[in-house]
């Protein structure tokens, strides 16, 4: 075969010959490093040595992420009738967080070291004798509450009246304007309201990468209920959240649904249970999903003095609606789709990596590459991009081997590869390679998009 | 006619009898109320008195705010392949402000009444002989720069080390992130780096509903050029941007392209244009287009110690990339679409209120709307949704008269409006109702998808 050839299997690796078997650091350390190499995720101001545990989100890491949001807003807002979206503000008054009780409640108990200053969190200390920085025996103060809220000040004078806080989470958004969306939108209970966005929590140990994070992002519903069917919601709720981690590919045995027992639930709490992954580093929390009864509004109706019960016209009651909470974190989200898609196998003697991402939450679903960069295969290349990259997510790359370029797509989990070659030129097909299993097929150009739209959501 | 019957224009307002000319105070003031009324925006934190100028999007808002930042993301990244995404950090440390000036010359001159304590930018008063406030005379202090920047503090510990700010704007993202992005994207200049997200600037005078506030959402594009480029790019963007706004529907005499004069011109800048847009108030700015040479990455090269030039292997040169940056507001681009969209006529006496937005940013593309809630018009009505709720951001509304929940989707900017009757049974056809032109057309259920996506984007 020609270097023209439509089968490209001479460069490419070949039948996969048994994946590893990767976990714990090692699985750890692949992942973070190749989110740095191929641009899902770097250090957040890494040219002034990072910035106390942020991270942004590469060329390749904001299309995934944005992938992973528009996935939740499709199943929890487009695809039903009975949720709205909402967008609220990230900077809120200390009244909203005096009723929610974070001002008095969100908050970590921390000791210093007289010694050498260093703080730290007493439940993170195992020995309360030895200060782990400098030594120092017996140096603690005692524990103080810390506030885990970003404070800062809106307006030209840094006064009291002006204390702003960046939201620790995006519920009470949906709370206060609980009955601004009713009004608007003319829902009833049983209905949510949903919304994605930044929180801010000023995390003692952050950590593991992007799951714990001072600024990480959130997609929470929140959904008012009769306050008879509160268990009944829960329990709808507990089973949609699972599946919906299940059908984006996480494997069963690494995606579990926790109740918490009585200890761990909130006082208003009548059930709670967490989505949970299988991290490198043991289980860890995807998702909390809580029936938060009538604590929410009964709160701000309280400290608003707005009544925000509602009257059923068709019952002729009134009631404060009971709430179920399924709040997820994306960022979290994404860390557990990329460490759950994360493959290595052994093909001819190479490794193989490749990123065996669902699709939908790919960066992206097309690669158009020309097999060579002359004039000739350039205008063939980008007609067939033109084809696909209003419908799907593309990449387009033309430099180095084709062996090397499939494996780059690989590593950035790119379902499809398009091959343009020089019998492109005469039989007007294209050899369209499956991530997966590396085959190919030939397909003529007038046929493609029918033949991807198949294969892609 | 029956009531269940194929046409509906008996219970719809009719054929246009002509627009009314609406502008001023008058045009803002329903826009702001429609806004409130139908779910776009609502003051945030309402319930307990608003807070400071910010505002929530609501049900309708937030999806209009989507799909006015999907589709610059659409027209900026997905359909090119010279420029990729990223997504930063909204914490960031001093470093990065004290590179690019933010920290020494993002200020406004504020002056204090000495009387009775309130603050004041010193070029927003007329007259510095009285006090706006207290009537006090000769009683201002002199003029102190108030940065404006939103300073808190990460960590557990309020100290000098812990200092983070808000980011007021997100071009500084892409600019520490440039050789990072070089890397792993593997891009050559001519590049650019694209952005969607929020920013924070302490405004001393927030106003004009969404089109100043303190917590705004940016769309921002650096597009990084060989030096001797600059001018071809800086003009190829000016036409790029102005043409994004005419082709979603903002009408020519609405929209102008201003070149700042010399003093205007920032000291680093070689041309700077603003695509401003004729508000209710006056022609204000949706965009600033900036040449900002080689003076982003070079103070960034200065402070942190790295390299940030490039080497062309082509041409064997190194040079610092010259910027062209385009930087949109998404809230306020939303806003002007509103207000363009506006649109009032007699319809048989009534004033029938519509939104002539482009389909593209309308929240909804579709409402099915059942003509009655009778239990064998809703299993049709939910198959018709169904069949569309997919692809097209849908609502479904099935209680009031058709004609009032036609007029409720005039004013969310629903393009199409499909209706099922009891006639729908018989014939499998709905009635497919156009916004602008309120015709009705009968539409084969089979054909529907078909039907509306010739006409929709």
């Known amino acids: 075969m020609s270097d023209t050839a439509a089968d490209h299997s001479a460069t490419d690796p070949g039948a996969p010959a ?10 750890m350390d692949k992942v973070v490093n190749l989110c740095k190499r191929r641009g899902f995720v770097f250090p957040s101001a890494e040219i002034y040595g990072g910035f106390r545990s942020a991270y942004d989100y590469g060329p390749e890491g904001v299309l995934m992420l944005r992938n992973v949001k528009d996935a ?3 199943s929890m807002v487009q695809m039903r009738t009975d949720v709205v979206g909402l967008d609220a503000s990230i900077l809120s008054p200390p009244a909203i967080w005096e009723a929610s009780g974070h001002l008095q409640n969100f908050t970590d108990p921390l000791v210093d070291c007289t010694k050498c200053g260093h703080r730290f969190r007493e439940d993170h200390l195992e020995d309360l004798g030895t200060c782990p920085n400098c030594g120092a025996k017996d140096s603690f103060t005692g524990a103080r509450a810390f506030n885990l809220m970003f404070k800062t000040h809106a307006g030209p004078v840094e006064e009291s009246a002006a204390v702003a806080y960046l939201r620790p989470e995006t519920a009470q958004g949906m709370f206060v304007n609980f009955a601004n969306v009713l009004n608007a939108s003319r829902k009833k209970p049983p209905f949510g309201i949903a919304q994605v966005g930044k929180s801010f929590r000023n995390e003692i140990t952050p950590g593991n990468f992007v799951f714990r ?32 981690y299940r059908e984006l590919g996480i494997p069963e045995a690494s995606l579990r649904l926790r109740a918490h027992d009585a200890e761990e639930l909130s006082h208003y709490s009548t059930g709670t249970s967490d989505v949970e992954f299988l991290f490198p580093w043991g289980w860890g929390e995807l998702e909390g999903i809580a029936n938060r009864t009538d604590y929410d509004l009964t709160q701000h109706s309280r400290h608003s003095g707005v009544d925000l019960s509602y009257f059923d016209q068709e019952s002729g009651s009134r009631y404060v609606p009971h709430v179920i909470e399924p709040a997820a974190g994306a960022t979290r989200s994404m860390m557990a789709f990329l460490i759950a898609a994360y493959d290595e196998e052994e093909v001819r003697g190479e490794t193989r990596v490749v990123l065996r991402l669902h699709p939908r939450i790919a960066p992206y679903k097309v690669a158009v590459l020309p097999l060579s960069k002359k004039e000739t295969l350039t205008v063939t290349s980008r007609e067939v991009l033109g084809l696909v990259q ?4 593309s990449d387009h790359d033309e430099t180095q081997s084709i062996g090397r370029r499939y494996r780059r797509q690989d590593e ?12 492109s030129l005469e039989d007007r097909a ?16 007038a046929e493609l998009v029918g033949f991807l739209a198949e294969r892609l959501p």
Chains 1, 2 share one sequence.
């Not at 991530?435 to 030939?442: P, V």
Request: charge should be negative.
């Open 213 to 244: 994070t001072r600024e990480f992002e959130q997609m929470e519903l929140e959904f008012f209920v009769p306050p008879d069917q509160g268990a009944q919601w829960y329990e709808y709720w507990c089973r949609e959240r699972v599946q919906w």
């Open 430 to 445: 294209v050899t369209v390679r499956d991530r997966d299993s590396m085959a190919q097929d030939r397909v003529p150009i």
């Open 390 to 393: 209003g419908r799907w997510m």
């Open 412 to 423: 950035l989990g790119t379902p499809y590869c398009v091959t343009v070659d020089f019998d």
């Open 18 to 27: 048994g994946g590893r078997e990767l976990s714990g650091t090692a699985l």
């Open 72 to 74: 939740w807003w499709r």
